[in-house]
């Protein structure tokens, strides 16, 4: 198969839990046992960080990564899911895997894929670990898929574990309580190795409490004990959270020389050292134009805080949600003298824009629905004066139509 014909097997052949939906979620780690079994254990071959939470886990796993590759370490980086294109998940300081590596790793292995019914993430999962013993990376910065205590990753041994905000995500598959999701996410803190809770949520940090004492691991609330700020390239005063658990994790971590100048390089070369897309991204100016990622509740709580603050005669949103997303837990959120431009992402999750309209017009927030997201964002530009701003977000994947 040519590089394009294996991802369209990988993504068409076997569910995928971004496009699916719940129906693709495995919730077992026998496959992903067997399949490192088979591949002779190269996650034991590697010193990794694994990094699990609702919102900034994919923001922190980024930073780690700039701050190690400052300080000239071979840094491996797994994240999920992509903006653009596959080889974002898998990268070594910053470049993308080699097609020829993905071509050649599912053709050897799609026999046995094929056998046991595998999950594209754990092909992924399976692919980012061969990949990164092969390379000989100093570290791996290895973030969550989808909870924590089932997921693919969740078979490492990593130095530091790292948990970041938890909020009510995918809850079909998590769990109806942030106390549920939160012992999901606990799930990836291992017998002896620190963990770093990246802020204090009262609720559950109790929680945490308890599953690190059970195995003996030392836990850091980093907005506790971290009092020392670091400026950051990634925008958005919520990064300041995410810094904070960063900083700690670095605290703990073993056998690594970081400066203080590596740590103040890689915070602040984070786009330039990883290729992140698509955290508060200005795409353009006059009038200026933003796109974020985030997705739930409390990201978008985050983000919009921060979208409000900005200085602009009026505010054009471009906004695409996947099916299942409690609308009524965080429509209320957005402004309502703002404009808005509904659109469905182009997968089949995506949230139907009539019923999204209608719901939106329950709480005040008017606009109209266009057949894209690519057309929403035209319609936008059009009516957006210069000192206007125009965002774009509500899904990845509404953002990965645009960047």
Not at 13 to 35: E, H, R, S, V, W
Not at 217 to 236: H, N, R, V, W
């Amino acid at each position: 198969m040519t590089y394009t014909e294996t991802l369209d097997w990988m993504f068409s052949q076997l569910p995928m839990y971004q496009k699916k939906g719940k129906t693709a979620y495995n919730g077992k780690l026998d496959n992903i046992k067997a399949f490192c079994a088979r591949l002779d254990h190269p996650e034991k071959k590697f010193k990794s960080i694994h990094v699990a939470g609702t919102n900034g886990k994919g923001s922190s796993s980024h930073l780690l990564a700039s701050v190690f590759q400052a300080a000239g370490y071979c840094t491996g980086l797994y994240t999920s899911p992509h903006l653009k294109d596959f080889r974002e998940r898998i990268r070594i300081d910053g470049k993308k895997i080699e097609k020829d590596f993905v071509v050649d790793f599912v053709a050897h292995h799609k026999a046995f894929f094929e056998q046991y019914r595998f999950s594209f993430f754990e092909m992924c999962v399976g692919m980012a670990f061969a990949y990164f013993e092969e390379k000989q990376v100093d570290i791996a910065i290895i973030e969550v898929g989808l909870g924590g205590r089932l997921d693919s990753t969740n078979i490492i041994r990593p130095e530091v574990s790292l948990i970041t905000n938890i909020g009510m995500d995918h809850k079909e598959v998590l769990g109806d309580t942030l106390e549920k999701i939160a012992v999901e996410k606990a799930g990836i803190i291992k017998e002896g190795v620190p963990v770093v809770i990246s802020e204090t949520q009262p609720s559950i940090a109790p929680i945490f409490k308890r599953i690190a004492q059970e195995r003996n691991a030392k836990i850091t609330f980093a907005d506790q004990e971290i009092s020392k700020a670091y400026p950051t390239s990634l925008l958005g005063e919520y990064q300041l959270k995410n810094v904070k658990g960063v900083l700690a994790v670095l605290g703990q971590v073993q056998g690594f020389e970081l400066s203080e100048a590596n740590i103040r390089e890689g915070l602040l070369k984070v786009v330039e050292h990883t290729g992140l897309l698509g955290r508060w991204q200005v795409l353009g100016n006059r009038p200026k134009v933003i796109c974020d990622t985030a997705h739930n509740g409390e990201g978008l709580t985050l983000v919009l805080s921060q979208l409000v603050r900005e200085k602009a005669d009026r505010l054009h949103l471009v906004l695409g949600f996947v099916k299942g997303k409690d609308l009524k837990a965080f429509l209320p959120l957005f402004p309502k003298e703002a404009a808005y431009y509904w659109a469905k992402p182009d997968i089949p999750r995506g949230m139907g824009v009539d019923l999204l309209q209608r719901q939106a017009s329950r709480f005040g927030l008017r606009g109209k629905v266009y057949p894209s997201v690519k057309e929403a964002l035209e319609n936008a530009l059009m009516n957006a004066k210069e000192a206007d701003i125009v965002f774009i977000g509500g899904s990845t994947f509404t953002v990965a139509e645009i960047v």
